[in-house]
């Protein structure tokens, strides 16, 4: 079977992003700088060869994959399996007012204790990683010696790049997860490769853009 080729992205940044409050599967939209991002996301990927679009149903996500299917011609396809990670009663919150009012479960936070599940429904690392890696394959299934892209959030892509490099749930993060960075990753029945990460050069030149005037 040839490989598919996935192109990762991470949505564009919101109002809560730039407050580090936990978005969570709250839904929150992009801000001005985050649609900037979105389209210099869809302009970078004109004229590559993509099969679909996929993205979590969250708007932030879901207003950057837009961008990306306008430019290539194509639906977006709304799937949940892409959603970020649910924080439960921790969602609006930043990390702060966390640690300040919940010190135990902030160190478990902090921790990256695989088991850990914030508070009213909150999703472990554990069951994170299930979803991505169970969607993921679904989705790149489906378009062997294809392209295709996913728009997903911070939570998602850093479970992707720990299974796709095997990584454990609670290893420490030593890459990056910029909002609008283009990630690129081959799929197989055996697995994923990685074949670049955090590609922000798009990002780097607002001059270039007609429409950076908010």
Known sequence: MEPTRIIAVRHGETAWNVDSRIQGQTDISLNDTGRWQARRVGAALAGEPITAVYSSDLGRAHQTAAQIAEVAKIPVVAHEGLRERCFGMFEGKTFDEIHQTWPDHAHSWRKRVPEWEPPEGGESLLALRERVSRTMHELASRHPGEQIVVVAHG??????????????????????LPNGAINRLLWTPDGFTLVGWSDTQHLDDEAADENTSF
């Open 155 to 176: 939570g998602v892509l850093d479970a992707l790049y720990r299974i796709a490099t095997g990584q454990e749930v609670n290893s420490p993060r030593t890459w990056e």
